[in-house]
């Protein structure tokens, strides 16, 4: 059964379309056919082969870039539900909003950008992630790319991100009503992401000892409120155990923050249409002040002593010693590239292509090419 859609949320029936017409689908919402076009891509399919924090040559107990991608998924259903947003909108743009990620993580994608800003341009994945939809996917007889649905396009490029008709990144994107903010299932979608990965490189970093009980109590006040209650349930209980039931409230914690506040934003501010949310003052979402401030202070824990953690260097070096010659040895041997790239150099210039095609390796195939070359 089909919940109802608060006055807010984006209905289908309000799309501004596909870029190519399609006939409507007799049994599938316009946003449920995104969702299905986004999965059965290659981009997609790569995410699992793609770091999220620990290399996967550390251990393959951690997450990945797609099993991250399908918590956040999870994490936008509830949320998407509870506030009476159109989940199937949701659902597409949190199970997209990584597909154009690097190998390597973020460290690939910084220095991808690094070195296409050598060459005038830049890299982002949110911006790359709209080529892979618009271009780079080729499954369909009538067009190129995946012939989105204008708000899906518009939310893979905007949910993380406020633009302006001033701006100017190397991708056009003057389309994409840049002086207005995304509806709010785009919107939600950079919230559910950072839940998902505070709250999993927490679990990840425990499980692999970089992050210890005594850190976590010491320096993370939410973690400690949790556990010290978890302690008092389940007193005989395994560390670990504890650890992963403070972590699964945790979620639970900031969900239920992010879905409390935001509803009384949006009943303070009398938003009752798509409208009103693109043409408020600032975006719509967010946690309480106590928990927003706690989050912080868990994004900070987690940047000093996971993230930035001796033993994460060593891995961070070598994937920017190895983009880098593999950026280096295409551009001078451009021939090696395969065909369905070197043939669109002359539209779009060597050093993009060499940037799209080391973009879209995993991590194993980078790996693979790198010890070719070397």
Do not use: W
């Amino acid at each position: 059964m089909r919940m109802e859609l608060a006055p807010y949320a984006l209905r289908d029936e309000l799309t501004e379309g596909r870029r190519y017409p399609e006939d409507s689908h007799p049994y599938r919402s316009e946003y449920q056919r995104d969702r299905d076009r986004i999965v059965h891509t290659k981009a997609f399919r790569r995410l699992e082969n793609k770091t999220q924090v620990f290399d996967p040559d550390y251990s393959d107990h951690f997450r990945n870039r797609l099993t991250h991608t399908i918590e956040v998924g999870q994490i936008t259903r509830t949320i998407s539900q509870a506030l009476g947003l159109n989940i199937d909108f949701c659902e597409v743009l949190a199970l997209s909003h990584d597909i154009g990620h690097p190998p390597f993580s973020h460290e690939g994608e910084k220095i991808l950008n690094q070195l296409m800003k050598e060459h005038g341009s830049g890299f982002e994945h949110n911006l790359h992630a709209l080529r892979i939809v618009e271009d780079f996917e080729e499954k369909y007889a009538a067009f190129r790319g995946l012939n989105l649905t204008f708000e899906v396009r518009e939310g893979i490029i905007k949910h993380s991100r406020d633009y302006t008709s001033d701006d100017e990144p190397y991708v056009d994107i003057q389309e994409y009503r840049l002086e207005e903010f995304p509806p709010l299932e785009a919107q939600l979608i950079d919230l559910a992401d950072e839940i998902a990965y505070n709250t999993a490189d927490l679990d990840d970093g425990y499980d692999s000892g970089f992050l210890t009980l005594e850190q976590m109590v010491e320096q993370v006040e939410m973690f400690r409120t949790t556990y010290r209650q978890v302690e008092e349930r389940y007193t005989d209980t395994l560390e670990k155990l504890k650890v992963s039931e403070t972590v699964r409230q945790l979620i639970n914690i900031l969900v239920t923050s992010l879905v409390s506040e935001s509803r009384e934003i949006l009943e303070a501010q009398a938003i009752d249409s798509v409208e009103k949310v693109r043409r408020a003052e600032t975006r719509l979402l967010g946690f309480d002040e106590k928990i927003a401030q706690q989050n912080r202070e868990l994004k900070f824990f987690l940047h000093r002593n996971l993230y930035d953690h001796e033993i994460m260097r060593e891995p961070r070096k070598r994937a920017q010693r190895l983009i880098e010659k593999l950026f280096v040895y295409y551009v001078e041997n451009p021939r090696k590239l395969p065909e369905s790239h070197s043939s669109r150099i002359s539209l779009l210039g060597l050093e993009r292509i060499v940037c799209d095609y080391i973009a879209g390796m995993t991590d194993n195939y980078a790996q693979v090419k790198f010890l070719e070359i070397s």
